[in-house]
């Protein structure tokens, strides 16, 4: 059966690429990509034949992808970040859907790669700590009155957000129309990170608040990392903390009055440390993993 592979290459270091990616790409026939993508991989590619194209041309992508595998090659066609996140996967999947039943039938097969949120949150330290969301500012194919909905829902909801797409020469003002629309939810001085060319030779982080970040320099090759209504900067690394604090004294790590380990946090009334550390059972249990003892 013809198969065709989506693969992540992570955001842009060949040291990022996981090891699966590596040998689908190495044991390929045909690697498929946007030109700036194969070109972060040229070290793996040796005599597999090369379908590139150039910004807006993913259709073109996608289809000469597919119709290689319908002819029996193994495709691999590349994404940065991952396949699924704003890139390749879902088109290949509408493409798929809509083959004339009578082709051959193409074999898919998904390998991930890190996103960009994940890269750029590594660099300044832990702003996704607690629930999280992702929102493109790009409205090439979104309309941008939903983009806004959806910031606000966001905005509401409390979640830190990573920007994609958040500027580019055409678009310069939807980045500060989402500052807008955030500073009606949140403190002014919420901790942003602006994150250039993750992990690529260009990179540059800077730091910044919510009330001042689109005064820096950035592109669409940048991630806007903002904070919650509970981020904060501990020097230079930005903390989303996950709610320890609700529940443990920090300090000894003593459960709060009215708390219990493995079970729902009590939100009524005003929680006090117990003056003794409670190590129950269920903490010492070691096949529990940490997001189980919250």
Known sequence: MAKLTLVGLGPGSIDLVTP????????????AGY??????????IDQQDVIQSGMT?????????????AEGKSVVLVCSGDSGMYAMAPLVLELLQQRNPELPVVELAIIPGITAANACASLVGAPLGHDSCTISLSDLLTPWEVITKRIEAA???????????????????????????????????TPVAVVNAAYRDDQ???????????SLEFGMNAAVLVGNSNSYYFGDWIVTPRGYKNKYQLETGA???GQKR???LKTSGAPQVETEIQIDAEFQEQTMTEGDRV
């Open 20 to 31: 699966a990616a590596r040998e689908a790409i190495e044991s390929a026939d045909v690697v």
């Open 255 to 257: 459960v709060l009055s």
């Open 155 to 189: 905005a509401m909801a409390d979640f830190a957000i990573t920007f994609y797409n958040p500027r580019s020469k055409k678009r310069k003002s939807h980045i500060e129309t989402a500052q807008q629309i955030l500073l009606q939810h949140r403190d002014p001085k």
């Open 204 to 214: 540059r982080v800077m730091l910044s608040t919510l009330d001042s970040f689109t």
């Open 262 to 264: 493995g079970h729902a």
């Open 35 to 44: 030109k700036a993508y194969v070109d972060l991989i040229t070290s793996l």
């Open 57 to 69: 041309r993913e259709w073109e992508r996608a289809a000469a992808a597919i119709d290689a595998a």
